[in-house]
C-alpha cells in the first residue's frame, strides 16, 4: 500500500534553516509529481510546492517563493523540501502528497515550530 | 484567479444524508476537483475527484455512502447513512497553470 512518511521537522529559530524528508514506498514513485502542503494551527491547508515526477519543472507558492526549495532523489524514493529564512508564520505542520493530479494519498505530517 | 469557496460549517444527524458544496470561481467552472476528509490530529485523506461532467472516483478503501456531483460551477460530496466517525474536516481542492488550490474547508458536525 502507498506510504509517505515524513520527518525532520522540528524547532528552529527565525532566519535558519531546516530540511524535511518524504519517503514513498508502495508506487512507482519515479512516476509521479510530488507535493508538500502545509496546516497552520487551527486553519486550512495551503499548497507550498510541487516537482514534476523527473525533477524538470518546479513551482512554489507565493508565500515560499525565492525561501524554499523542494527536490527529489528517484534513486531513493525520497521527496524533500529545504526551507531558508525561515519566518515564524512558516509554522505548521507540513505534508507530503502524491499527484495523480489531484493529491490522492499523503503523509501523516511532520511539524515545523519557528520561534526565537 | 483560481479559488475554491466552502461554507465553514455544516451538520446533520447520525443516519441522515448531508450535501457539501465547493463552488469554482468565475471561468473555471469546467474543472474537477478532489475531495479531501481530514479527521482531528490526522493527515488529510483522498475522499474522490469530481469531473465537471459529475462523474466522480472514489479513492481506495472510499465507501459507497460517499459520492459525488457536479452542477456549473458547483461541486458536491454527498454522505449517506451519516456516521460519527464522519465528522471532520472535508476541503476540496483543484489546480491550474503551476498552481495549486484549496476550500477554506467544512467542518461537518454529526448531530
Known amino acids: 500500500q502507498v506510504q509517505l512518511v515524513e520527518s525532520g521537522g522540528g524547532v528552529v529559530q527565525p532566519g535558519r534553516s531546516l530540511r524535511l524528508s518524504c519517503a514513498a514506498s508502495?508506487?512507482?514513485?519515479?512516476?509521479?509529481?510530488m507535493h508538500w502542503v502545509r496546516q497552520t494551527p487551527g486553519k486550512g491547508l495551503e499548497w507550498v510546492a510541487v516537482i514534476w515526477y523527473d525533477g524538470s519543472n518546479k513551482y512554489y507558492g507565493d508565500s515560499v517563493k525565492g525561501r524554499f526549495t523542494i527536490s527529489r532523489d528517484n534513486s531513493k524514493n525520497t521527496l524533500y523540501l529545504q526551507m531558508n529564512s525561515l519566518r515564524p508564520e512558516d509554522t505548521a505542520v507540513y505534508y507530503c502528497?502524491?499527484?495523480?493530479?489531484?493529491?490522492?494519498?499523503w503523509g501523516q505530517g511532520t511539524q515545523v515550530t519557528v520561534s526565537p | 484567479q483560481l479559488v475554491l469557496t466552502q461554507s465553514p460549517s455544516a451538520s446533520a444527524s447520525l443516519g441522515a444524508s448531508v450535501k457539501l458544496t465547493c463552488t469554482l470561481s468565475?471561468?473555471?467552472?469546467?474543472?474537477?476537483i478532489a475531495w479531501l476528509q481530514q479527521q482531528p490530529d490526522k493527515g488529510p485523506r483522498f475522499l474522490m475527484n469530481?469531473?465537471?461532467?459529475?462523474?466522480?472516483t472514489r479513492g481506495d478503501g472510499i465507501p459507497d455512502r460517499f459520492s459525488g456531483s457536479s452542477s456549473g460551477a458547483e461541486r458536491y460530496l454527498t454522505i449517506s447513512s451519516l456516521q460519527s466517525e464522519d465528522e471532520a474536516d472535508y476541503y476540496c481542492q483543484t489546480w491550474g497553470p503551476d498552481i495549486w488550490v484549496f476550500g477554506g474547508g467544512t467542518k461537518l458536525t454529526v448531530l
Open positions: 468565475s471561468g473555471h467552472d469546467n474543472y474537477a
Open positions: 502528497a502524491k499527484a495523480a493530479p489531484l493529491l490522492d494519498y
Open positions: 469530481v469531473n465537471s461532467d459529475g462523474t466522480h
Open positions: 508502495g508506487f512507482t514513485f519515479s512516476s509521479h509529481a
